[in-house]
Structure formats: structure tokens, C-alpha cells
T-cell receptor
Framework: QKEVEQDPGPLSVPEGAIVSLNCTYSNSAFQYFMWYRQYSRKGPELLMYTYSSGNKEDGRFTAQVDKSSKYISLFIRDSQPSDSATYLC????????????FGEGTQLTVNP | EAQVTQNPRYLITVTGKKLTVTCSQNMNHEYMSWYRQDPGLGLRQIYYSMNVEVTDKGDVPEGYKVSRKEKRNFPLILESPSPNQTSLYFCASNPDSVTDTQYFGPGTRLTVL
């Protein structure tokens, strides 16, 4: 069983829709939760991170972590065609270093 | 420009022929990593390095070697490639914390026949 589960999609929504992306995990040692965005033929780039449980907002993006349920979410409001990409969740049990466990990624298409 | 470079970008080789994929970063980052990305499996960490001469295994280290003799370079070595190592490989670097942006290279698409 994978440590991090993420529905690969694909997910297709109309422009302006609210998008919800989710991951579940099994390792209770995970403390740091990140969302990466990967455009086609590019490397991933960090969108947001959250420490422990709670919400974090950055413009149209909101990240939520529920450690009791081992469930994290990324919401995209007023989605744009430029948001079309693969979104990967990533997690770590330590703050220092580069030890990350990624989800499979969800492919999102926002249609004009 | 801050960047991570990888070479080659594309490589087709045959089983058993040793190869090296180079990775270099110009940001003086302490940490560097190698990942492979496969459909249905996502991004998996192969090896990572915390500093010069300090490396550790990630989730899928079998069949790979790395070295970190200089801070800026972190080559990935496949001593005897096999078809199951056909994949898209990414090198990444980050300053310190896992919550810092990991700067990813452009990727190397490797095919082992």
C-alpha cells in the first residue's frame, strides 16, 4: 500500500469553477504538507505548504490539512485555463532536508 | 539565473551499458535529490544528499548510485541499466527546509532497451 494516495484523475472543469484536490496518507509521522504544480514537460514547482493541521490561503489557493483523518486538500477558486497542470501532494516528517514522499498527482484541465 | 541543469535531456541506451546523468545547481544549495516519475506511481525519491560527501537512500535506490564530491554537482549513475529503469528522471535542490521550494531540473527521459 502506498504511503500517500492521490486520485490521478483526469479532472476536467469549466473556467471559473472551484476545484478540490485531495490526498490521503497513512504515515502519522508526516508533519509538513506541500502542494506542487507540474506543467507538461516541466519539473514540479512548489505552490503551498502547511505545517500540521489547519488552513492556509494564498490568493485563489487554499490548502487544508486534517491530521486526525490523515487527509489534505487543495482548493482552487475561480479556476483559470492557466491552472491546467498536474497537482502533486508531498509530505515529510522532518523540517530539515529534502526527504519527501509524493502522491501520484492529479491531472487537471480547466476549459475556457 | 538560478537553475538546476541536467544532461542529457533524452537518452536511449541498451541493457547493461553504464551511464551517468549529470545534475548541477548554481544556488549554493545544501540539499539535492534525484527522483524518478512513472505513470501510476508518481514521483519517487531515489537518493538525496544533505551536503558534500553525505548521501542517503530514498524510496527506490536499487540499481542506482550517486556521489556528491562538490556542492554544485550530484550525478546519478546507473552501473548496469535494465528496462525497468526506463523513466523520467528529475534532479532537485533546496536550501534547507523541506518547505523551501525545491528547484527541479528539466528532466531526463531515459529509455533502456
Amino acid at each position: 500500500q502506498k504511503e500517500v494516495e492521490q486520485d490521478p484523475g483526469p479532472l476536467s472543469v469549466p473556467e471559473g469553477a472551484i476545484v478540490s484536490l485531495n490526498c490521503t496518507y497513512s504515515n502519522s509521522a508526516f508533519q509538513y504538507f506541500m502542494w506542487y504544480r507540474q506543467y507538461s514537460r516541466k519539473g514540479p514547482e512548489l505552490l503551498m505548504y502547511t505545517y500540521s493541521s489547519g488552513n492556509k490561503e494564498d490568493g485563489r489557493f487554499t490548502a487544508q490539512v486534517d491530521k486526525s483523518s490523515k487527509y489534505i486538500s487543495l482548493f482552487i477558486r475561480d479556476s483559470q485555463p492557466s491552472d491546467s497542470a498536474t497537482y502533486l501532494c508531498a509530505m515529510s516528517g522532518e523540517t530539515s532536508g529534502s526527504r519527501l514522499t509524493f502522491g501520484e498527482g492529479t491531472q487537471l484541465t480547466v476549459n475556457p | 539565473e538560478a537553475q538546476v541543469t541536467q544532461n542529457p535531456r533524452y537518452l536511449i541506451t541498451v541493457t547493461g551499458k553504464k551511464l551517468t546523468v549529470t545534475c548541477s545547481q548554481n544556488m549554493n544549495h545544501e540539499y539535492m535529490s534525484w527522483y524518478r516519475q512513472d505513470p501510476g506511481l508518481g514521483l519517487r525519491q531515489i537518493y538525496y544528499s544533505m551536503n558534500v560527501e553525505v548521501t542517503d537512500k530514498g524510496d527506490v535506490p536499487e540499481g542506482y548510485k550517486v556521489s556528491r564530491k562538490e556542492k554544485r554537482n550530484f550525478p546519478l549513475i546507473l552501473e548496469s541499466p535494465s528496462p525497468n529503469q526506463t523513466s523520467l528522471y528529475f534532479c532537485a535542490s533546496n536550501p534547507d527546509s523541506v518547505t523551501d521550494t525545491q528547484y527541479f531540473g528539466p528532466g531526463t527521459r531515459l529509455t533502456v532497451l
